[in-house]
Structure formats: C-alpha cells, structure tokens
C-alpha cells in the first residue's frame, strides 16, 4: 500500500516535519539550529534542492512549564510525501544533522503534518 495512501492523504500532499529537541549544550544548539536553516539549500535529491522550507530556533518559554522542557523546535517542508520520505531515509544532510543530535540529545519529539 502506497504510504500517502496508508496516510490517508494524496501522494502530492505538502508536509512539514516538526522535531522538538531538548540539548543542553548551548553551542551545539546553535550549530543543530544552523544545520537545520541551512538544509534547503545543502540537501539535494537527484542533485537539485527540494526541501521547500527549513526553519529553526531556540525555543520560546510563553507558557512556562508547559513546554515539556524542549529548547529547540525545528520545521521542515516538503512538496509531498515522496520528498519526506526521502529526507528521512536517504538524505545525506538529515543524516549529518540526526547524528549530530543523537550524539547531544536528551529527548526529542517528532510530528509531521499534511498541509
């Protein structure tokens, strides 16, 4: 079965990633945020870019014990499923950046979205 299928969306359904990190390393919070803002332009499937937007930053404490302790909050968007499955699986840059996390991190959440 045909995973936007399995999803119950469109195979050209846009999606964005959102990862919520908790890294208590201030410098490594700042090259993950870097890594992940500049992924639209380093990221490239069949050698073009095709990430349509990489955002990321510190955390911002508005509800105070509320945001279950992350400090980073990353979102990623792709044109459709195919294109973040291949950023999950393939992409030498995400690859870089999870590496990089796994090594620091103390907990993370994942969601994604269909737009």
Do not use: C, W
Not at 15 to 37: F, G, L, N, P
Not at 66 to 75: M, Q
């Amino acid at each position: 079965m045909e995973v936007a299928q399995k999803l119950g969306i469109t195979a050209d359904t846009s999606t964005t990633h959102i990862v919520a990190y908790y890294i208590e390393d201030a410098t490594i919070r700042s090259e993950i945020i870097e890594k992940v803002k500049s992924l639209k332009d380093r990221a490239l499937k069949d050698g073009q870019p095709y990430i349509l937007e990489s955002r990321a930053g510190e955390a911002l404490p508005f509800q105070e014990g509320r945001d279950g302790g992350f400090n980073i909050v990353t979102a990623t968007s792709f044109k459709n499923v195919e294109d973040r499955l291949y950023y999950s699986s393939f992409d030498p840059a995400h690859e870089e950046l999870k590496n990089l996390a796994a090594m620091h991190l103390k907990k993370g959440l994942i969601l994604d979205f269909a737009l």
